[in-house]
């Protein structure tokens, strides 16, 4: 595996970055490794779908069963005649 050395960050964005590696369980080097795999997994893919990018978010907590509702007959179109 290679290694990164990253100078000059902010000390608001280690701060940041160690916050949230604690929220998730992770070391600071885990989290900036997830961020950075996320980041160019999503990168260059054209446009995103909507979807997936949710279900991305959404599945870490375990996911959401939604209900749809039950789709109406479609309506007929005004009529433009006077």
Do not use: Y
Not at 17 to 41: D, F, P, V, W
């Amino acid at each position: 595996m290679a290694t990164i050395i990253i100078r000059g960050l902010e000390e608001a964005v280690k701060t940041r970055l160690r916050l949230r590696a604690a929220r998730h369980g992770r070391s600071m080097e885990e989290e900036a490794r997830q961020i950075l795999k996320t980041g160019l997994a999503t990168e260059g893919g054209g446009q995103a779908n909507l979807a997936e990018s949710i279900r991305r978010h959404v599945e870490p907590i375990g996911g959401a069963e939604l209900t749809l509702p039950r789709r109406e007959a479609i309506r007929r179109p005004p009529s433009l005649d006077k």
